[in-house]
Structure formats: structure tokens, C-alpha cells
């Protein structure tokens, strides 16, 4: 029996020791979360969309960073677009990425601050399609340097 303890011993000793020495041979450790969405808006509506960010979506993203759902969130103009790339970015960064339970409770809270139901946000979303594209979204990640 001891030898077997002994045995057992040494293999999570061999296992653990490399793993942290691995670690800290890693110069970049995973950070944050980035949520980017290029935005393309149609001529004659950048005031239209604008304003749509500087209400509805502020106060939106104010509320989930007050809840700490997202850390920070930013709006970044292309100042000058070549054919083919967006007129903005919409930039949220989250310390985690809810799972599926959590983003339903989120979700839930946000409709009852926003006082809308799912029906009326999607109208709202395709109101806003009329003018604005969302030509992708990313989910990427920020590494930092370990040391």
C-alpha cells in the first residue's frame, strides 16, 4: 500500500511540477473579453443612428456597466473609410462571457430597465436595419504580458 501512495505521489508530482513551471515560462496570460461590430450607415443617416447611440444604446450600456455585465464600452468613428470597411465600431469589453443561464437573466433585467419586451427590441433592432449594416461582430481576447 505505501508503495502505491509512493507511486501515485510521484505521478502528480511529475505531472504538477512541469505544468507550473510551464506557467511560468508563459510571457502572455488571457485577459479581458472584446466584443467589436463594424457598423456601415447608410448616406443621410449618421445623424439618425447617432443619436440612437447617444440614447437608447447609452443608457442601455451604462446600465451593464453599472451591473458589472461589461467593464467599458466605446464608439469608434472610421475617419476614413475605404470601400468595403465600416464607418464605425462598437466596442463593449467584458471581464467574462456569461453562460447561457446568466445571459438569460441579464437579457431578462435589461428588458424590464429598458421596459420592453424581446418583441419590441427586435422591432426597434429592424427599424434601425433601414439604415444601419452590422457587417460583422468578433469576439476576441486581450492577452497582457505576465511580467
Known sequence: MKMIRCAVA???????VP????????P???????????????????LDYVNYLAGQYRRELDFAV???YISSYEVLFNEYPRQGEPDMYLVTRYETV???EES???MRERQEY???NLAQLEAESGER???????????LRKYEYAN
Open 10 to 16: 510521484a505521478i502528480a508530482l511529475s505531472v504538477a
Open 28 to 46: 502572455m496570460v488571457p485577459g479581458e473579453y472584446v466584443e467589436v461590430a463594424g457598423i456601415e450607415i447608410a448616406d443621410g443617416h449618421t
Open 104 to 106: 438569460m437573466r441579464q
Open 66 to 68: 453599472e451591473r458589472g
Open 98 to 100: 456569461p453562460n447561457a
Open 129 to 139: 436595419a433601414t439604415y444601419r449594416t452590422v457587417m460583422f461582430s468578433q469576439l
Open 114 to 116: 429598458l421596459q420592453r
Open 19 to 26: 505544468g507550473a513551471v510551464a506557467a511560468q515560462d508563459i
